[in-house]
């Protein structure tokens, strides 16, 4: 993944609401290529982010560049290469559905009708039903439609599967790794689903009241996370556990369970062999490595 | 606290509401000041007042029944009951206070007096009732039934009784028959009490889409309204884009560069006018209809073509504010909306001209008619009124613009220039005539064309355009 020329730069951005500080001081770059989970609680500020890369908001201070155009001047040009599923999922009721895909594909020179027909069948998008009359989550299938059916480069999405069904989210975590093979593909997906989101990133971007805690690759932040059971090789367990950098422990059974941090698992068995006692170390699902980045 | 002051609380806790009164305190004291101030026996003057019970009673319901309609309020406990204390307690207080102006009635003392007060504010509660009737029904059931009765014959009776001695006739009812009138006043009190208190109305209004006149000015609701019909009865009726129109817009879009400005533009002429197009019938229709009214009603058109701007106004979204991403961006969206008022404001001139011309044809065979001992004819419409739409649409832009998010605001401002029109027009007429000459008209002119794109091109470059009610 190359360090060189990000698709969206954003530099100490700033957003106030009235009272509220939705961004605090953002800085965040995204690489061509990156499949990024941006986490954070309601009110973190994902959303507000997101649409600053889009332009729909504009910073008060900072900068937002996307596609090495400032993110307030976006034009057709930049705007045709980004895809975007809304959270609140607003489309144009009083169209039926066949009419709105013809509408919103107008604006693409890269839309592809194979894939349109293709996404039709696999969604099972009736194409005489009238939007306004579609379930949320037949809106938020429609929405993934728009959004994928022009092969945008950068596709941002924002609490996709919210409304969907644990089968059509299966499915469409399905889509989403068909989309990510392509490598000059750039997804930005905003979800509570940690379970899912896990499946498919491969960086995370957490946000806390308006600022990143961390941004970090995957893969590196679960080799900083782990969980490990310990339980002696005889006797009882030792009262003092001094094994580095545990974040929480509990104790049950006879055994103990250690969330660490910053530990190889060279220095844990080695700290293990120390208190005569056997580990057993788990990488953290990304809902624990959340809770704990969040505190 | 007592679960009936909470909800009598609705009625001042709610600033929207605020506006509404105030504009309905305008509108009553512009009509009736002459009644209020110097009320003249025999003349009707002194029945009006129980006439606004029947407004008062759609107005104050409202905001219950909008209460009584939320999930909630079905599972809070004691809440089902207080609906009909609550209008009970709204209709008493407003029926007593509008009969008190008969205490001014001249020659009425002790037991006669106090028979007609009784009288009057029975007839105020009558009134008040068949007011809280259509409003429990909502807008779309609000001609079924005896809405149907309400709405086609009460209510022109009451907004047209002074024209036809109706309001004499009835302040003689009034007067002459109490005993009469508190019988009808009583029985429809009971009638009612029973009616809004039968045990399924919480359960039928709850969680059910439901319309209140006042939701005209929310979107959100109206769609989500609209949408919950598709499929009843009620939905074959709405509106659907025909096939010929989306290949004509369609056709049209593709001839322009992806790039360019053109493509955009089409694409929001097509979101904006699909519909109208495709009831394009009802459109021809009108111009011959509203040729006829404006040509009897005078003024009427000058009015009518100033509240068309604020009601294209209120019933569109500007493109500016779309929450559907396509590829345009910010300069897109202030080209558009540009081109969309400049194309706007060009059809409805062009259809007022239309509307002028026909007049002018019209003008040799359409008849006079006498109504009320006043000659009535038919006069050719002022070609000055394609003005009106010149000068207003740009104004309506602006306000539609501001006040995005703020329906009530955005129609009290879209209404002034209404109500400053009509102040002219009648209280002020010399005034009136003097204010339309060409400096003014082209001052405004300058002024509504020059402050619309600036606004538009500060609200496309600097403000947040979806978002939680944030507009910059």
Redesign the interface.
């Known amino acids: 993944m190359t360090k060189e020329n990000p698709i969206v730069q954003m530099t100490g951005v700033h957003k106030r609401?009235?009272k509220i500080q939705a961004l605090d001081g953002v800085d965040l770059g995204i690489y061509p290529g990156s499949i990024i989970g941006l986490l954070g609680a309601n009110g973190a500020g994902k959303?507000?982010l997101l649409?600053h890369i889009?332009?729909?908001?504009?910073p008060d201070r900072g900068q937002c560049t996307a596609f090495g155009c400032d993110a307030?001047?976006?034009?057709?040009?930049?705007?045709?290469r980004?895809g975007?599923v809304?959270q609140?999922g607003?489309?144009?009721?009083?169209?039926n559905t066949g009419?709105l895909i013809?509408?919103?594909s107008?604006?693409?020179?890269t839309w592809n009708r194979g894939l349109e027909e293709k996404y039709i069948a696999d969604f099972e998008v009736s194409t005489d039903a009238?939007v306004?009359?579609l379930s949320p989550g037949q809106r938020q299938k429609l929405a993934i439609l728009l959004a994928i059916g022009f092969e945008p480069e950068l596709l941002i999405l924002d609490e996709p599967a919210a409304a969907l069904d644990p089968v059509m989210r299966a499915n469409f975590l399905d889509l989403l790794l068909q989309i990510i093979q392509d490598e000059n593909k750039t997804i930005i997906i905003s979800s509570h689903i940690l379970s899912d989101v896990e499946k498919v990133i491969d960086h995370v971007v957490i946000m806390k009241q308006g600022r990143i805690l961390l941004d970090s690759g995957f893969d590196e932040l679960r080799e900083r996370f782990s969980r490990v059971r310990v339980s002696a090789l005889s006797g009882e367990l030792p009262r003092e556990l001094p094994f580095a950098n545990v974040v929480q422990c509990r104790r049950s059974n006879g055994e103990a369970i250690l969330t660490v941090k910053d530990c190889s698992a060279e220095q844990l068995q080695q700290q293990a062999e120390g208190l005569n006692c056997r580990i057993d170390i788990q990488t953290l699902p990304l809902e624990d490595i959340y809770r704990i980045v969040v505190g | 606290m007592s679960i009936l002051s909470v909800n009598l609380k609705h009625l001042y806790q709610r600033r929207g509401l605020w506006v509404v009164y105030l504009l309905f305190g305008f509108v009553v004291f512009t009509f009736m000041k002459d009644s209020l101030v110097h009320p003249k026996a025999g003349e009707g003057d002194y029945i009006r007042f129980a006439k606004l019970a029947f407004f008062i009673g759609c107005l104050l319901t409202l905001p219950q029944m909008e209460v009584l309609s939320k999930p909630l309020s079905y599972c809070l406990p004691g809440h089902r009951r207080v609906f009909r204390r609550n209008v009970f307690c709204t209709a008493i207080a407003s029926s007593a206070v509008c009969s008190m102006l008969f205490l001014r009635y001249p020659d009425l003392h002790g037991g006669p007096l106090a028979l007609v007060l009784c009288s009057a504010f029975f007839a105020g509660l009558t009134f008040y009732m068949a007011g809280v009737l259509p409003a429990v029904a909502g807008v779309a059931h609000a001609m079924l039934g005896m809405n149907a009765v309400v709405l086609l014959f009460l209510l022109p009776l009451i907004v047209g009784g002074k024209h036809y001695d109706l309001d004499v006739l009835l302040e003689r009812i009034i007067i002459g028959n109490v005993f009469l009138v508190i019988f009808v006043g009583i029985l429809t009190s009971i009638a009612m009490w029973f009616w809004l208190g039968r045990p399924g109305l919480a359960r039928r209004h709850c969680a059910v889409p439901w319309m209140g006149f006042s939701d005209f000015f929310n979107k959100e609701k109206l769609k989500r309204y609209t949408n919950a019909r598709v499929g009843t009865k009620q939905g074959r009726f709405l509106k659907h884009t025909k096939p010929w129109v989306e290949k004509w817009f369609l056709g049209r879009m593709v001839r322009y560069d992806y790039l360019g400005p053109g493509r955009f533009f089409w694409g929001a002429l097509y979101c904006t006018s699909a519909i109208a197009i495709s009831r394009w019938q009802i459109f021809l229709l009108s111009i011959p209809v509203l040729t006829i009214i404006f040509g009897y009603g005078g003024k009427v058109a000058v009015f009518s073509l100033i509240m068309v701007p604020a009601i294209i106004a209120i019933g569109t979204e500007p493109p500016v504010y779309s929450t559907m991403l396509i590829s345009g961006g910010r300069r897109q969206r202030f080209t558009t909306t540009l081109g969309l008022t400049v194309t706007g404001t060009s059809l409805l001139c062009m259809g007022t001209l239309v509307m002028c011309g026909l007049s002018i044809l019209l003008a040799r065979f359409m008849p006079t008619f006498v109504l009320k001992g006043h000659s009535v004819s038919f006069r050719s419409i002022d070609p000055r009124v394609a003005l009106v739409p010149l000068l207003f649409l740009p104004f309506a832009s602006t306000m539609q613009l501001v006040f995005h998010r703020m329906p009530f605001l955005r129609f009290g401002a879209l209404l002034l220039p209404v109500y400053v029109a009509m102040f002219l027009a009648f209280a002020r007429r010399e005034q009136a005539e003097h204010l339309v000459n060409p400096l003014y008209v082209v001052i405004l002119l300058v002024v509504s064309w020059g402050v619309f794109p600036l606004v538009l091109r500060h609200v496309c470059s600097k403000w947040c355009l979806v978002g939680q009610g944030r507009s910059h």
């Open positions: 609401f009235g959303s507000t649409r889009i332009g729909l908001y504009l307030g001047k976006l034009g057709p040009e930049q705007l045709a980004i975007y809304h609140e607003e489309l144009l009721d009083w169209m009419q013809r509408y919103v107008t604006y693409y020179p009238r306004g009359s």
